[in-house]
């Protein structure tokens, strides 16, 4: 069996409406951008979004128990205890 030449890109044949396609087209060239490119950077658009929001919230919680932690050692804070009969 011969070694397959690997590829970072798949060709893919895509069937689009006609308007559809002008609107990309004119993106595309609004951008100065291919139509593939295009097409690819607004497929990618989404997913890096995602990937943004989930790593701000991962920032934004690491920073908050941070900033509670940094406050309750300065104060430091003890949980109040409960005692039966309140």
């Known amino acids: 069996m011969s070694p397959k030449k690997q590829r970072s890109i798949v060709p893919l044949m895509l069937r689009l409406p ?13 951008n100065d951008r291919s139509l593939n490119a295009e097409i690819v950077e607004q497929l990618l658009r989404p997913i890096r ?28 804070f003890q949980p109040k205890r409960s ?4």
């Open 18 to 30: 006609a308007d559809l396609h002008r609107k990309l087209a004119q993106d595309a060239k609004k």
């Open 83 to 86: 005692t039966k009969g309140e």
């Open 49 to 76: 979004q995602e990937e943004d929001k989930k790593r701000i919230e991962m920032v934004a919680k690491e920073a908050a128990t941070s900033a509670l932690n940094q406050f309750l050692n300065r104060v430091d």
